[in-house]
């Protein structure tokens, strides 16, 4: 289920018999030393578009500045280019601000890494996903690990994968496995004791190894793309032959399926019907004291 966590999620759930539950996150570290993993509204620059069955999932994270924009840089140098028109306060202002603002600004700007997430759901326990840099210079990772902090094992399974076995929450005879396959082999990888360790270890502070968490780190350059395979099963799983190619070709048919069973429109009005329904699809998470999507 693709983006289905309460915590402003980047990534999908995996919810088995038993209630096994696993998650597979992309992670993108900041300029300034800080990893955007969940409550990453602020960080939201496009969405969508969003199946409301939880199909397929695409969203655009930046580390831009929200709140110092263009358009704030603009209009204080407006202010200082026409002073009749403003009050002498408001004036004196702008030219007090305006040095400190163009300059954090800019330096914003040539920090600024986007990043485009996408995932298709195959089957009930397949799924695959993409990852791809709209900057040069872009880190991003791509994690396993309890959604819930819940009892479960992650590993690294090779310079292309991940694994991870857990137990039912509500059937503890039942154990369940994943398997995350990578297209391309990760710049670096490990297992931590703990999701925090492993947060810990992306901004590169101090953090104990372990089996609570994985993960992979990428460099990326400008346009480029790293797809995933992430399965869940009974049994231990093999390593997907699925090439980057099939990956996004399955990612293309799902995108263009959105609008087939759900509401759309076209026009300055008919868009602003899509925007709702990708912000609503969005939202959608999964509750797991009640064992159901919401």
């Known amino acids: 289920m693709p983006g289905f ?6 990534g999908a759930i995996f919810v088995g018999e038993g209630e096994t539950r696993f998650s597979v996150s992309v992670d993108l570290l900041t300029k300034d030393n800080k990893i955007v993993h969940e409550n990453m509204v602020p960080n939201i620059r496009r969405i969508g578009p969003i199946a409301t069955d939880g199909s397929y999932y695409e969203i655009e994270l930046s580390t831009d500045d929200r709140v110092l924009t263009a358009e704030k840089i603009g209009g204080l140098q407006a202010t200082l280019d026409h002073p ?5 306060r408001d004036v004196e202002a702008a030219r007090t601000q305006l040095p ?5 600004y800019e330096q914003v700007q040539r920090d600024r890494r986007n990043i485009v997430i996408r995932f298709a759901r195959v089957g009930q326990t397949e799924l695959v996903g993409s990852v791809t840099a709209l900057d040069d210079d872009t880190t991003v990772f791509l994690d396993a690990s309890a959604p819930w902090s819940e009892p479960s094992r992650y590993v690294v399974a090779g310079e292309r994968a991940m694994a991870g076995t857990t137990t039912g929450l509500t059937d503890p005879g039942r154990q369940a496995h994943l398997r995350v396959d990578t297209s391309a082999p990760a710049d670096s990888s490990a297992s931590y ?29 400008r346009d480029e793309t790293v797809t995933f395979t992430a399965r ?3 049994a231990a799983l093999p390593a997907s032959p699925r090439s980057q190619d099939e990956a996004l070709a399955i990612l293309a048919q799902a995108r263009g399926r959105v609008n087939d069973g759900s509401v759309d429109g076209g026009g300055r009005v008919g868009q602003t019907t899509t925007y709702m329904r990708d912000a609503m ?7 797991e004291k009640f064992n159901r999507a919401s």
Do not use: C, I, P
């Open 281 to 287: 699809a969005l939202n959608a998470n999964y509750d």
């Open 100 to 104: 400190a603002l163009q300059a954090r």
């Open 232 to 234: 869940m099963g009974d």
């Open 193 to 221: 004791a703990s999701l925090k360790d492993m947060l810990n270890a992306m901004v590169g502070k101090s953090a104990a190894t372990g089996e609570g968490a994985a993960a992979m780190r990428w460099e990326l350059d």
């Open 5 to 10: 966590k309460e915590q402003e999620f980047n």
């Open 84 to 88: 009749e028109s403003w009050d002498a």
